[in-house]
């Protein structure tokens, strides 16, 4: 199939890239076998390919799959080079982590092709911390760097519930719109415009929903507000990631089934419009 695919727009189809990658995490490591149980997750026969919004997500095209990244020596540099690859040919890139590390080389390849890059990213912990553990690319630590490097014109935070002043004074250094947990309808009140790129940590969710987690972190959404949120958004999506996965901390493959879950009803909004530039 073309890179074309079935969507709309001069975009062509939204393509997976797994990054198998989590020598970044601070507490628990295992991030790295999610990618392959996600995919897994995605096309379950114990469901149909369907979005709640209408859309086949297993029309043939509908989305592509480029494998997972390799590296030898730079894990950071080989992700950048693979999105770069993808952006080349006009793919829309949806990573499947890996811990959320991998979330700054992949927006470096995103934000030198758009200017006016919206980050939409949802998470319990803001991870704008300078540094964690004296490691610069923390997953703890993605979002200051993304910022510094000035990758993405907007960051909107949604779900958070560990903020800390450290992290705080970080937050007001580099205007990041903070919606914290609890708030309805957050990206309803923002004006999110085109390009759109999503980071969704799989923390966001509730333990209770959602317990394959390196930090299980109580008092989080529910699958049914992510997805209000998700359906919710209006700008047109040019790429993800879903990052945070843990399998060996998961209970009876049940985060994996969230997480492929997720993967699906973004792929069909991804889908559902693309008129962008
Ligand atoms: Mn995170
Ligand atoms: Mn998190």
């Not at 198998?20 to 149909?48: F, H, M, V, W």
């Not at 719109?177 to 923002?190: D, H, W």
């Not at 209770?208 to 299980?216: L, T």
């Not at 209000?228 to 998961?250: C, F, K, M, Q, W």
């Amino acid at each position: 199939m073309a890179s074309s695919g079935s969507a709309k727009g001069p975009w062509g189809a939204p393509t997976l890239l797994g990054v198998p990658l989590d020598e970044n995490s601070s507490y628990k490591r295992g991030a790295a076998a999610a990618p392959q149980l996600i995919r897994d997750a995605l096309c379950c026969e114990s469901t149909n390919m369907w979005t709640e919004l209408g859309v086949d997500v297993g029309a043939e095209g509908a989305y592509e799959d480029a494998g997972d990244v390799q590296w030898n020596g730079d894990a950071f540099s080989a992700i950048e080079q693979a999105v770069e690859g993808l952006l080349e040919k006009r793919q829309r890139p949806v990573c499947l982590g890996g811990d959320h590390s991998i979330t700054y080389p992949i927006v470096r390849a995103f934000g030198r092709r758009f200017k006016d890059l919206t980050l939409i990213h949802f998470d319990a912990h803001p991870d704008l911390y300078d540094h964690f553990q004296g490691n610069r690319h923390s997953h703890a630590s993605p979002f200051a760097r993304i910022m510094e490097e000035k990758l993405a014109k907007r960051l909107i935070q949604v779900g958070i519930r560990t903020m800390n002043p450290q992290q705080k004074k970080q937050a007001e250094r580099f205007k990041v719109e903070i919606f914290e947990i609890g708030r309805k309808r957050a990206l309803e009140e923002v004006k999110t415009w085109c390009p759109v790129y999503v980071s969704f940590d799989m923390d966001v969710l509730d333990p209770a929903f959602a317990p394959g987690v390196s930090h299980r972190e109580p008092g989080g959404m529910s699958v049914r507000e992510v997805l209000e949120h998700l359906h919710s958004i209006t700008a047109t999506i040019v790429g993800a990631d879903i990052v945070e996965y843990n399998p060996s901390r998961d209970v009876s493959e049940l985060t994996g089934t969230v997480a492929g879950k997720i993967l699906k009803e973004l792929l069909g909004k991804m889908l559902m419009a693309c008129n962008c530039p």
